[in-house]
């Protein structure tokens, strides 16, 4: 059976840092739908121009975009053992599309790792960080988490550049779009008894540590 587990989190809370570590461990691959629409961005696809407008204000992408393209991702034979979910589902209507998706392809919601991070921990992370060009979008930080090289990504040299949603305001609007539509979220999976909730405010090494043991934990339930 596939086994899914979905990364819940703030802007910056480490979804994308710890996602790389995650899914090398459980050798699953990485759906982070922000790096998909920056994918879609990149190649100026229809889809890449329609949420443009949404991600450089902020605000959350339609659902219905958004499940068709994790539907595709999820679709492809890659994903069939299963997943690491990065930044979705991200509302109500997401969790309960992606049930019925994971119903559809015989598996479920096995974990929900939700890394807890406090909103000026969350600024402070975002305003120093730095992203690879590359296609799987490392991140580094100036002060937390710098690359060997500045400006150059340690893993595949591509340069770094600082994303266009990560200006101050845009910033302050992802984090209280999180704690709006995002936070129900916590609330619905811990409900079904699937949250684990992790302190995400340690060292990164310790944060993967302690997410590979929960995760661990949970999918051999
Ligand atoms: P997305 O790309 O998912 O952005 P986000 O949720 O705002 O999260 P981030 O990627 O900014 O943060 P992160 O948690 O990955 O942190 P990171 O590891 O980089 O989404 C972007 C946009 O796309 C959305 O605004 C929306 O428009 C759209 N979108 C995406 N998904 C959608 C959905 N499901 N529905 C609708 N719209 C959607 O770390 C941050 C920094 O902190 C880095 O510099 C890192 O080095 C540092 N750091 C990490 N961990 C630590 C630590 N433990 N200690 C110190 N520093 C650390
Ligand atoms: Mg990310």
Redesign the pocket.
């Known amino acids: 059976m596939p086994n899914y587990i979905l ?1 819940l ?11 790389q570590y995650l899914c090398q461990h459980f050798g699953l691959p990485q759906v ?7 994918d879609n961005l990149k190649r100026e696809t229809e889809l890449g121009k329609l ?1 443009r407008q ?10 219905d ?2 499940i068709q393209m ?1 539907r595709e991702r999820l679709s492809q034979p890659d994903a069939k053992a299963g997943a690491l979910l ?6 109500t209507p ?1 969790a309960e599309a992606l049930d019925s998706l994971l119903a559809e392809f015989g598996g479920k919601v096995d974990a929900v790792l939700y ?1 807890k ?1 406090r909103e000026g ?2 600024l ?3 305003s ?4 690879c060009k590359g296609a799987q ?1 490392h ?7 710098p690359p060997k090289i500045a400006g150059r990504c340690d893993v595949d040299g591509a340069a770094l550049f600082q ?1 266009p ?2 200006t101050p305001e ?2 302050a609007e ?2 209280q ?2 704690f709006r539509q ?1 936070a129900p979220l916590i609330e619905f999976y811990a409900r079904r008894g699937q949250l684990i909730e992790i302190g ?5 090494t ?2 993967t540590a302690a997410l590979i043991a929960a995760a661990a934990a949970a999918t051999r339930k």
Do not use: C
Request: proline share 5%.
């Open positions: 990364l989190g703030g802007p910056g809370a480490g979804k994308g840092t710890q996602a982070a739908s922000g790096d998909l629409f920056r949420a949404y991600m450089n204000r902020g605000a959350l992408v339609p659902d975009l958004t994790i990065d930044g979705f589902p991200r509302t997401q890394v991070v921990v969350l402070e992370r975002l120093g960080r730095w992203t979008q991140t580094y930080h100036l002060l937390f988490n994303r949603d990560d845009v910033q992802r984090i779009v999180f995002t995400g405010e340690r060292p990164i310790e944060v």
